[in-house]
């Protein structure tokens, strides 16, 4: 091998070895948004299957309005503000970006 040649693989080995710590660093950094970012997952997941199963959550809401309509409305009316908000609030961010 040339000398250029012994040089760059050498620098090669140098970089591979300093990439190898950064990403041992970065998964201790990430340990802590780890299970922040596992709930972020599992709700996506529910609200895929929400969206991929109207008529089941239809007739759960149905049911659930027959049966106790007095208990139902109050929570009704706090998801819908739940749900507005963050409406309003993704409408924010995406006005961030």
Same mark, same amino acid.
């Given at each position: 091998m040339s000398e250029k040649q012994v040089q760059l693989a050498l620098r090669r080995g140098a970089l591979l070895t300093r990439i190898g710590m950064q990403r041992v660093a970065l998964q201790g950094h990430a340990q802590g $948004?780890?299970?922040l970012l596992d709930k972020a997952d599992v709700l996506s997941r529910? $609200?895929?299957?929400?969206?991929?199963?109207?008529g089941a959550v239809g007739a759960a809401v149905t049911l659930a309005v027959l049966l106790r309509p007095h208990r139902v409305l109050p929570w009704g009316r706090r998801a819908f503000l739940l749900w507005r908000g963050w409406l309003a609030l993704r409408k924010k961010l995406a006005g961030v970006r």
């Open positions: $948004v780890k299970s529910g $609200v895929s299957w929400i969206k991929a199963h109207p």
